[in-house]
T-cell receptor, first 119, second 113 residues
Framework: SAVISQKPSRDICQRGTSLTIQCQVD?????MFWYRQQPGQSLTLIAT?????????ESGFVIDKFPISRPNLTFSTLTVSNMSPEDSSIYLC????????????????FGPGTRLTVL | DAKTTQPPSMDCAEGRAANLPCNHS???????VYWYRQIHSQGPQYIIH???NNETNEMASLIITEDRKSSTLILPHATLRDTAVYYC??????????????FGKGTLLTVNP
């Protein structure tokens, strides 16, 4: 399976600031996704990160609040902008489909997550 | 919204088989059923997926009913490390060449010694 790392693993931030979360995969992958998991809740898909074009956002999520970059097939970032305490969550990156070993089609692999606390 | 319903919690004795049910009565003909699990504070882990036929791998077996409206994940010999939230998911087509997973609340499986 693909090996996915996220940075930072956790952070505590002040209200009104922004945090950029990085997701790095050890092999080229076709699809990358960003999820949010609020305390005690299940995972919610934020957006699909598209390489070379704008991300595709799910209902309830907008680019101004959660800008996403995907400059190549192994890396993506999610920024949580103008944070409020309601943004305190675990943010997870996942990947699917690869061109070399690692990630396979029809199997989505998840990173370890970034635990964000907003004060 | 998730297309699946699962019991919120289940218990299982260590060494016994754990059978986790899932209803997905609105599943479409070309949509796959996926199972993931999430151990506390970790990212979800892929377990198995299937379309029509029963599937087995090194982790579990997936039994899908003939009408595809429900399925059961079987962990043949549960261990304490299998304690986790188990998510049954119908993988939906989201346009272009993309698919997405919509997570429901899952089943908290507790394996007891």
């Amino acid at each position: 399976s693909a090996v996915i790392s996220q940075k930072p693993s956790r952070d505590i931030c002040q209200r009104g600031t922004s945090l950029t979360i990085q997701c790095q995969v050890d092999s080229q992958v076709t699809m990358m996704f960003w999820y949010r998991q609020q305390p005690g809740q299940s995972l919610t898909l934020i957006a699909t990160a598209n390489q070379g074009s704008e991300a595709t956002y799910e209902s309830g999520f907008v680019i101004d609040k959660f800008p996403i970059s995907r400059p190549n097939l192994t890396f993506s970032t999610l920024t949580v902008s103008n944070m409020s305490p309601e943004d305190s969550s675990i943010y997870l990156c996942s990947v699917e489909g690869g061109t070399s070993g690692g990630a396979r089609y029809n199997e989505q692999f998840f990173g370890p997550g970034t635990r964000l606390t907003v004060l | 919204d998730a297309k699946t319903t699962q019991p919120p919690s289940m218990d299982c004795a260590e060494g016994r088989a754990a059978n986790l049910p899932c209803n997905h009565s609105t599943i479409s003909g070309n949509e796959y059923v996926y199972w993931y699990r999430q151990i506390h504070s970790q990212g979800p882990q892929y377990i198995i997926h299937g379309l029509k036929n029963n599937e087995t791998n090194e982790m579990a077996s997936l039994i899908i009913t003939e009408d595809r409206k429900s399925s059961t994940l079987i962990l043949p010999h549960a261990t304490l490390r299998d304690t986790a939230v188990y998510y049954c998911i119908v993988r939906e087509y989201s346009g272009g060449s993309n698919y997405k997973l919509t997570f429901g609340k899952g089943t908290l499986l507790t394996v007891n010694p």
